[in-house]
Structures are given as C-alpha cells and as structure tokens.
C-alpha cells in the first residue's frame, strides 16, 4: 500500500483483490499475501471513512457550539422503469 493512496484508490485495488480471491485460481502463498494487502486496504478505508465522519459531525455543530445531528438526506433513484417483484 502506498503511503500517498487515496481512499478511491484503495477501494478500486480492494475490489481487484476480491476479484482475484473469488476466482479461485490463486496459489494458497499469494491468496495469503493478497488476504494480508486486503486487511490493510480495509483498515486504511475505514480509518479515512471515521475521518469524514468526524469532520461532517463538526460541521453539524450549530453557533452555540451544540452538537446537532440529522439524518442525511436520503433519495432513492427512480426505479419505476423496474418491475415490481
């Protein structure tokens, strides 16, 4: 993992890693090895998503310094295109 990786990077080389470990096809040595990058990947993606959070609830803090904190807006897209299951 490199130091200066962004959080989109390490998600796109997660994603390759599951790719790779989900064919199969690799020896036990480099699914060890890739299973070992993977855990980094995600620990480093977790620690930047606890970042974000920290800084949107700082955000959130009205003028008086009070913690407020709303749910985000939520919309769902438009599946009305979709067949009802």
Same mark, same amino acid.
């Not at 993992?1 to 064919?23: D, H, N, Y």
């Given at each position: 993992? $490199?130091? /200066?990786? &962004?959080?989109?990077?390490? @998600?796109? !080389?997660?994603?390759? @890693?599951? =790719?790779?470990?989900? $064919?199969?096809?690799?020896?036990? %040595?480099? &699914?060890?090895?890739?299973?070992?990058?993977?855990?980094?990947? /995600? !620990? +480093?993606? !977790?620690?930047?998503?606890?970042?974000?959070?920290? !800084? @949107? %609830?700082?955000?959130?803090?009205?003028? =008086? =310094? @009070? +913690?407020?904190?709303?749910?985000?807006?939520?919309?769902?897209? %438009?599946?009305?295109?979709?067949? %009802?299951?």
């Amino acid at each position: 993992m $490199k130091k /200066s990786q &962004t959080f989109e990077e390490a @998600i796109k !080389r997660l994603e390759e @890693i599951v =790719g790779e470990l989900e $064919k199969g096809e690799v020896p036990l %040595d480099k &699914t060890l090895s890739l299973f070992e990058e993977g855990v980094k990947l /995600s !620990r +480093f993606c !977790r620690e930047k998503l606890d970042e974000a959070e920290k !800084r @949107i %609830d700082i955000l959130l803090k009205d003028e =008086g =310094g @009070i +913690f407020r904190r709303e749910p985000f807006p939520f919309q769902p897209e %438009d599946n009305s295109n979709q067949e %009802d299951l």
